[in-house]
């Protein structure tokens, strides 16, 4: 492939998604930077940047997934290091932006995470952000550099178009998640259905009902990430009692926390379908779970990015 990276972009990878990172690189037809993350007894950590960066446009990939504290702690040093070294630019591609989910104030005494979070990543040095698919779009709002949201919903719609099932019905796990199931039903040209739900405290759902009509079609529930997977596997179980022939899920961000993989793998969905924002590790890895690269998402957006041609074409 012909190189698609100048001599002046520098591209490096930290610890959270190194294999997601040297895809990226080898698609643009260049090089990871070198670079090395060490951790002193006490387990403070220590960048070392092992080649010059000044006057570079440096890409910076690191998902803030778990051991979230940690990558966040990783991905602010580098651009401390990054900066002092005289880079010119440092974009951030954060294919996972952790805490997202804590955007608003829900209760008294509540911090803004989220919003925290962006503070920092501005205050130490970044130029640019690059993520897919921020939990509460809003986010982007919450920075006052360019931050570009790439979607997943094109990349896993492909995925159905190509398994040529018919009879379809796209479900949204919950009111909030009714705009992206609306997309992934544009793109299969098929009807929506939600489930009605409750959640009286964090990770605790109470299935209410379906909306929509499910019976003998194959219903594809959506979402952007997956947790402990209570709220899926429910929504599975009931699709099914509705009269749903099949149910398969996907979604952008495989956090699969907790009891997440044992539910998935006992429960009524088909197959999990989801991208590698977040690596699987071997223990999480089952035979219904199917991963999707967004690898070439990434490294177009970066090569916009880069040669200043639009990124919203990438939205499609």
């Not at 990939?61 to 940690?70: C, E, K, L, M, W």
């Not at 951030?92 to 989910?101: D, E, L, S, T």
């Not at 709220?231 to 997440?260: D, E, F, M, R, W």
Request: charged fraction near 25%.
């Amino acid at each position: 492939m012909s190189r698609r990276c100048s001599n002046n972009v520098k591209i490096f990878s930290l610890n959270s998604n190194r294999s997601l990172a040297e895809e990226i690189v080898s698609i643009l037809g260049c090089e990871l930077g070198r670079s090395s993350v060490t951790k002193f007894s006490d387990g403070e950590t220590q960048i070392n940047i092992e080649e010059s960066v000044r006057g570079s446009d440096v890409y910076l990939i690191q998902s803030t997934s778990a051991p979230v504290n940690d990558n966040i702690m990783e991905l602010l040093i580098m651009v401390d290091a990054l900066k002092r070294a005289s880079a010119k630019s440092i974009n951030v591609v954060i294919p996972y932006y952790g805490y997202a989910r804590q955007d608003r104030k829900a209760r008294a005494r509540e911090p803004i995470t989220a919003k925290l979070i962006a503070n920092l990543l501005e205050k130490s040095g970044v130029n640019r952000v690059l993520s897919i698919d921020l939990h509460a779009p809003q986010i982007q709002g919450f920075f006052d550099i360019p931050v570009d949201q790439l979607l997943g919903v094109p990349i896993l719609s492909s995925y159905f178009e190509e398994k040529g099932l018919e009879d379809i019905v796209v479900v949204a796990p919950d009111n909030g998640g009714v705009t992206k199931a609306r997309k992934m039903a544009s793109k299969l040209n098929v009807p929506i259905a939600f489930v009605d739900k409750r959640r009286p405290s964090p990770n605790v759902v109470e299935m209410m009902n379906i909306i929509g009509d499910v019976e003998g079609k194959n219903a594809i529930i959506i979402d952007d990430l997956i947790d402990t997977a209570g709220t899926i596997t429910k929504a599975a179980n009931l699709l099914i009692q509705k009269g749903a022939k099949s149910v398969y899920a996907c979604c952008t961000h495989p956090v699969l926390s907790g009891p997440a993989v044992k539910r998935i793998k006992d429960s009524t969905i088909k197959e999990l379908i989801v991208t590698n924002t977040i690596p699987l590790p071997m223990d999480k890895k089952t035979d219904n779970i199917t991963v999707l690269s967004v690898a070439p998402l990434l490294a177009e957006a970066i090569d916009r990015i880069q040669s200043e041609k639009s990124v919203s074409v990438l939205f499609d």
